[in-house]
Each structure stands twice: as structure tokens, then as C-alpha cells.
């Protein structure tokens, strides 16, 4: 069994409560945010434990951490999960700074952990038809793609300036 500590229990951190859910061999076993009713909230519904950010990097009894938190503490909470050997999967963007991205992927590297950041149109079966056919040659040769893609509502204005993108 996968346990996983989930770091940030808003919108994002809910949706992947539930796709965990749904997985055979993985569970929530523990659940952080800066808001404690959104952790207790979101912990009743897994049966997970509410604990600090610290705890969970530093738990035996946790594997990986999603980190579903705001950009600004992706860093910290990266550099953490590398330095006590947890898998992490992180939300875009990984930090703001290039300095700070590298530093994230030296310490993924050294300590030698699955790493991989989130975006949510990576596995989109639109997404992955169209990439296969330029791969197959159906569509030539591709010069410049802009796609437009958004929430059906914009997020409030508090997300907006701790999001980075």
C-alpha cells in the first residue's frame, strides 16, 4: 500500500483525494493545510490523520506527498520531502525562481526520489490523440500550437496572487 501525505486541501488537494480514492494500493493517510478545517474536513472523508507539514515530511509512515499547496511554499516543502526520501508529485509551477527549480531538482536527484509536477492537460485524451498524430506524420510538420484552456470560473483574486500562473 502506497501512503500518501497530502499537503494542501483546497480544490486541487480534494481532486486528488479523489482520484486516490479511487486507486487500488494507494490511501491518504494524512492530510496538512494552512486552513484546519479544510484539513479536518477533507481527513474525515479519508480517514486520514491532520497533521503539520513537517510531520508528514518527516513521517516513516508516509511514502510520497502530493503537494497541492500554494507556489510560494513549493519549494520548502520540496526540498523537505527530497531530504526524508518521499516520492513527490508537486503542482505547477514548481516555484517561480529558475535558481529555486534547480535547487528543487538537485535534491530530487541526490536523494533520489520519484519526482513529478502536476499539469492537468498532460494525460487529456484530446492531448494525447493530437500527440500522437504528429508523432505518425498525420498532421506535418508543427510550427506553433496555442491552446486556450481555463476553469469554467476565475479563481478568486486570493489565489490569484499566491498561485504563480
Known sequence: MLRIGLLGCGRIGQVHARS????????????ADAVPAAAQALAKTRGAEVRDVDAILSAADVDAVIIG???????????????HGKAIFCEKPIDM??????ACM????AAGVPFMTGFNRRFDPNFESLRARIRAG????????????????????????????
Open 20 to 31: 486516490i480514492k479511487a486507486l487500488d494500493g494507494a490511501q491518504v493517510v494524512a492530510v
Open 69 to 83: 499547496t500554494p507556489t510560494d511554499s513549493h519549494f520548502e516543502q520540496i526540498m523537505g520531502a527530497a531530504k
Open 97 to 102: 525562481s529558475v535558481d529555486n527549480i534547480r
Open 106 to 109: 538537485k535534491a530530487v536527484s
Open 138 to 165: 498525420d498532421i506535418g510538420a508543427v510550427e506553433l500550437v496555442t491552446i486556450t484552456s481555463r476553469d469554467p470560473s476565475p479563481p478568486p483574486v486570493s489565489y490569484i496572487e499566491r498561485s504563480g500562473g
